[in-house]
């Protein structure tokens, strides 16, 4: 009985524990759901939190700051071991390798435990499939050649189950392509041409014919530049270019791809024309080597479900929306393996050329001579950041316009820039080429160009009549361009595989998002294509000097970065970026009154950023560009002049109080508005308003923090080292009392513009007797400024009077508490002295 109980009993238990069990378990389930789906909103608000503070931690100084690119030079192996573009982009690799340890992205000297970390919040999550499943491509050693190029281009719609598109994005208003198969069409082969010439009559008439090609030419090597008269562009001349452009160009189809106004020009026998004509004229090219530039690849991208590449075993599911970024590279397999310069190897000048070599220098800057050897279509290596092959982009990305300004570029390296847009850009992506001749005077950029260019449809030549400089020449194709993205390039860069999508997938996401390149660098010597180091963004210092910075590694760590994420950039380099057109013009554009060069990418930089906007360069996009050591073409006025004009410009408009430390790092002669015009800023400032854009102090505190901007170079109460008391207003003049900082007479700013300075008055000399007094505060007057803490040996305390011809020192009086200017004497402590705060030396 006892038993029995005893079992009833404690099956009552077990049934007991049975179903606190099952309550328990399900308890435990729904906790588990909500705290995953807690962890999920967690992770999204710490994503918040932690892009705010990454803003916040950059507050850390800088402290690596190189002005010059910080290049890797790369030796690629010598030439004739290197036989393929995969072995080059390998050579790269490994030498990136080598250089930061057994790192896998060509992380150069950083902690390889930066690979793993958890990924940047502002990096597309694409960005961030886990090193293991990152495939290359290139290294892919099972296949063939054909293959590679063929996997390269195709894979559309292969999505890792890893990879989420960022919430949001397919919000977005830029239009769906239709399906990719018919938005990809052979560029410069099924689409017809419309050349706007340089002669006013042939502007009348639109080129469909292929043009017969002209051999290259000889003129532009004896072409000698001439001084162009430079006017302000008219704006109906703008609009009546962009009247004839839209006459010209048929544009109805949302492929991009135009249709030929005469049916019975036969598509297919039209193309075979033009490549004919191409090879005769590439034929007689180059001798040394430079073949016929590749025709651009057809219909990348078209298997359609393909199946992943490589040794993810990730689950791929298809997703519609987003794709493999193309790395569409025509020249991926380059049919002289051994011309010169090939696989952007450094090239060298023969025996026997060197005089010639030197004497072409000056037509560019660089050496023109070997850029003439080098094929227009060169491979170069993908130095992308392994796992960018892997990245996942937008379907339906918006069109880009390729604006391409120059004045008197070189032929070779204009052609080359050309050709490495049509070669590495997804056709349905590349609306157009724009070239906007800036009023060259070489004769090989006039109808020679034209008819170089009339076999590739997609490009379009305006010119100036007068030279604008290169803010109007952009304003100028801007003004006629179709795609919905603004993309500017410099006329001498090689775009890498790859290269647009990235950008574009930026300016997708954030119509305010500007899209830079990486800028590598193309030598000017040997015009190799050399990587630069990771983690670069752009950056000034005063008086408004570009440079570079690498991010330190504390900033890396802290923002989660791999080498792929964007890097936002409190200024762009200016050459080369993509910008929403609609974007482009509500921010007024440039600042119409920038003349030639010089400045503008300040001026874009602070209007994009205090206006609502973001720069950032995207590691996954790279484009080579020639750096030169000097503007190879004439500043109708003088260079230095027309670049600090354009610099006060931008200072007036943008920098508000902090303007003074413009003027202050060595343009003091700029405040003095008699002797440098720098034209009407009504327009600009009243954009600003318009616009509602931010402070510049904004600017400095959310954009740029680690940048140190003290206001004043000094302040506070100025102590006399012999007098042992400091300097006071009394009754309106100067006069010395017992030290005393809580009295507002004693406290002076020593500011950027070097003036002693108490509210609106300033210490200034009286006459000739060498006292002084107080003025008001006259930014030009020359006589309110003091040198302190000079350069000067022996006088690092003293207060030396700028306007003197004579080296006139402050000095304290010991009777009646006066204050003289005396010959400097460095041993003398009455002309020593000393504010309470030094906030720079
Ligand atoms: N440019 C132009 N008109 C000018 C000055 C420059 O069209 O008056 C073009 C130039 O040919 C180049 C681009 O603008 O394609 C940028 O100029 P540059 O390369 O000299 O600038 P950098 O790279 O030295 O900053
Ligand atoms: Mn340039």
Not at 275 to 294: C, H, I, S, V, Y
Not at 416 to 426: A, D, F, K, Q, T
Not at 584 to 600: K, Q, T
């Amino acid at each position: 009985m006892k038993i029995r109980r005893y079992f009833r009993g404690s099956g009552r238990v077990l049934a007991f524990v049975f179903v606190a069990s099952v309550i328990w378990l399900l308890f435990d389930m729904a906790a588990l759901r909500i705290s995953i789906s807690d962890a999920n909103s967690q992770l999204l608000k710490e994503r918040v939190v932690k892009e705010r503070e990454a803003v916040r931690q950059r507050a850390t100084r800088v402290t690596h700051v190189a002005f010059e690119h910080p290049v890797q030079k790369v030796d690629a192996g010598g030439g004739e071991g290197v036989q393929s573009l995969d072995e080059v982009a390998q050579v790269y690799r490994r030498q990136h390798r080598k250089q930061g340890g057994d790192q896998k992205q060509g992380l150069v000297g950083r902690s390889n435990a930066l690979r793993s970390v958890a990924p940047k919040q502002d990096a597309p999550q694409k960005d961030r499939l886990p090193a293991k499943k990152a495939v290359d491509l290139q290294a892919n050693g099972e296949r063939t050649q054909a293959e590679k190029v063929a996997v390269k281009a195709t894979l559309p719609g292969v999505v890792s189950n890893a990879t989420k598109v960022t919430p949001g994005a397919r919000d977005e208003k830029h239009a769906p392509l239709p399906p990719s198969k018919n938005n990809l069409h052979n560029v410069g082969v099924t689409v017809q041409a419309t050349l706007e010439s340089g002669d006013p009559k042939a502007k009348e008439k639109v080129e469909f014919e292929p043009k017969a090609m002209s051999p290259k030419p000889e003129s532009h090597v004896k072409a000698v530049a001439t001084r162009a008269a430079k006017a302000p562009a008219k704006p109906k001349d703008v609009e009546a270019r962009k009247e004839k452009a839209d006459e010209t160009l048929p544009g109805g189809d949302p492929n991009g791809a135009e249709e030929p106004p005469k049916p019975e020009d036969g598509v297919a026998k039209d193309v075979e024309t033009r490549k004919e004509k191409a090879d005769e004229t590439l034929a007689g090219d180059d001798p040394n080597g430079a073949e016929e530039p590749a025709k651009p690849a057809a219909e990348p991208g078209l298997r359609q479900g393909a199946a992943p590449v490589g040794n993810s075993s990730a689950a791929v599911t298809r997703k519609p929306g987003v794709h493999r970024v193309y790395s569409l590279d025509v020249t991926h397999a380059p049919r002289k393996a051994n011309a010169v310069g090939q696989f952007g190897q450094a090239a060298a000048v023969p025996h026997g050329k060197e005089d010639e070599s030197k004497k072409r220098w000056d037509e560019g800057h660089f050496n023109v001579y070997l850029s003439d050897q080098i094929p227009l279509d060169r491979a170069i290596p993908d130095t992308r950041p392994q796992t960018c092959g892997e990245n996942l982009v937008h379907d339906d990305l918006p069109t880009t316009s390729v604006i391409f300004c120059f004045v008197d570029e070189v032929w070779s390296t204009l052609l080359r820039s050309v050709h490495s847009v049509l070669n590495r850009s997804p056709p349905h992506l590349l609306k157009e080429i724009i070239l906007v001749d800036d009023c060259s005077t070489k004769d090989y950029l006039k109808k020679q160009l034209d008819d170089y260019m009339s076999q590739f449809p997609k490009v379009r030549i305006v010119r100036l009549k007068e030279r604008e400089g290169l803010i109007r020449a952009r304003l100028a194709g801007a003004a006629i361009a179709k795609g919905e993205v603004l993309t500017f390039l410099d006329s001498h860069i090689e775009c890498n595989v790859g290269w647009l999508e990235p950008l574009l997938d930026r300016v997708y996401l954030d119509r305010k998002k500007v899209a830079c390149p990486v800028i590598e660098v193309i030598n000017d010597k040997d015009m190799s294509y050399v990587l630069v180091d990771n983690f670069q963004r752009g950056i000034f210092k005063w008086p408004l000097v570009f440079g570079w910075s690498t991010l330190t590694d504390e900033q890396i760590k802290k923002n989660n970065m791999t080498v792929s994420d964007p890097i936002r950039c409190p200024v762009m380099a200016g050459g080369l970026f993509s910008i929403d057109k609609k974007y482009f013009y509500e921010l007024g554009a440039y600042d119409p009154g920038l003349d030639v060069w010089g400045g503008e990418n300040m001026e874009i930089s602070f209007k994009i950023w205090m206006c609502g906007g973001e720069i950032e360069i995207i590691p996954c996009s790279r484009v080579g560009h020639i750096f030169r050591g000097q503007n190879p073409y004439k500043f109708p006025k003088d260079r230095q002049k027309t670049v600090e004009r354009n610099l006060a410009r931008v200072a007036e408009v943008w920098l508000d109080e902090y303007k003074d430390l413009f003027y202050g790092h060595g343009y003091h002669h700029l405040l003095d508005k008699s002797v440098i015009d720098i034209g009407n800023l009504t327009e600009q400032v009243e954009l600003r308003k318009k616009l509602k854009c931010r402070s510049f102090k904004w600017y400095l505190d959310n954009v740029y923090p680690d940048m140190d901007t003290p206001l004043v170079k000094a302040e506070g109460l100025i102590f006399n080292r012999g007098l042992r008391k400091c300097l006071t207003v009394q009754k309106g003049s100067l006069s010395f009392e017992t030290c005393d900082l809580s009295k507002q007479s004693q406290h002076f700013n020593y500011t950027w513009t070097r003036h002693i300075r108490q509210q609106d008055l300033c210490v200034a000399p009286q006459g000739q007797q060498r006292g002084l007094t107080l003025d008001l505060c006259g930014k030009a007057k020359p006589s309110l400024r003091w040198f302190h803490k000079s350069s000067t040996p022996d006088l690092g305390e003293h207060i030396l009077s700028e306007s003197t011809l004579d080296r006139l020192c402050l000095e304290a009086g010991l009777i009646g508490a006066a204050i003289h200017l005396k010959d400097c004497e460095p041993n003398n402590a009455f002309q020593k002295w000393q504010f309470t705060h030094y906030y720079v030396q």
